[in-house]
């Protein structure tokens, strides 16, 4: 079936420098959506990509939908000890059905 | 509104015992989740519910069952407890564009 790989699994980052982090897959994704969890927390929803090459911003997180649709990356710049946590990806297809999620990059930053 | 609420959020079980994890909404959402995640991994989908009255399998359904009791409240049975079902067990529903909304989560160790 559908699967969605990320890319790296952890990722430690030195404070104040950037990194990215990838979602691949092999056939075409309907809607990517991103979610980050906190650790010891719960995934909460960042943000949902919808078209060919979409872009999307929130403060130092950018978000992109790649031009075939079968891959969106999630890059970081400036990293804060408020970014560690871990990172998925989730493919979503119509309202109410099942998400399709990554196996997640976990971010440890370092001070 | 409090979201998505989960009770217990701990709980420890011997193997062999059996325990309901509740879940409930207040969003009026159609579409309710039961998810798994063992340490360091992602998230499992081991049931769903489109709309209330419908129950569906995920990917790791064995071992579990569901209830639908109305559209606010979706229950998590384990009916005989096995030590390979300690885990963090999130509820979630989902809103207008497929997001979900994740409750705390239940710790659950079977011993």
């Known amino acids: 079936g559908q699967q969605v790989m990320q890319i790296p699994q952890y990722q430690h980052v030195q404070e104040g420098e950037d990194f990215t982090t990838y979602c691949n897959s092999s056939?075409?994704?309907?809607?990517i959506q991103w979610y980050k969890q906190r650790p010891g927390g719960h995934p909460v929803f960042l943000i949902q990509l919808v078209k060919s090459g979409e872009v999307k911003k929130q403060k130092r997180l950018t978000f992109q939908f790649g031009e075939a649709k079968k891959n969106s990356s999630l890059h970081i710049t400036a990293t804060q000890t408020t970014d560690v946590g871990t990172y998925f990806c989730?493919?979503?297809?119509?309202?109410?059905?099942?998400?399709?999620f990554g196996g997640g990059t976990r971010v440890l930053v370092k001070p | 509104n409090a979201g998505v609420t989960q009770t217990p959020k701990f709980q420890v079980l011997k193997t062999g015992q059996s325990m309901t994890l509740q879940c409930a909404q207040d969003?009026?959402?159609?579409?309710m989740y039961w998810y798994r995640q063992d340490p360091g991994m992602g998230l499992r989908l081991i049931y769903y519910s489109a709309s209330e009255g419908t129950t569906d399998k995920g990917e790791v359904p064995n071992g579990y069952n569901v209830s639908r009791l109305n559209k606010r409240e979706f229950s998590l049975r384990l009916e005989s407890a096995a030590p390979s079902q300690t885990s963090v067990y999130f509820c979630?529903?989902?809103?207008?564009?497929?997001?979900?909304?994740f409750g705390p989560g239940t710790r659950l160790t079977v011993l």
């Open positions: 056939t075409t994704l309907s809607n």
């Open positions: 969003m009026n959402h159609n579409s």
């Open positions: 989730a493919e979503s297809k119509a309202a109410g059905n099942k998400l399709t």
């Open positions: 979630a529903s989902s809103g207008t564009i497929n997001e979900q909304f």
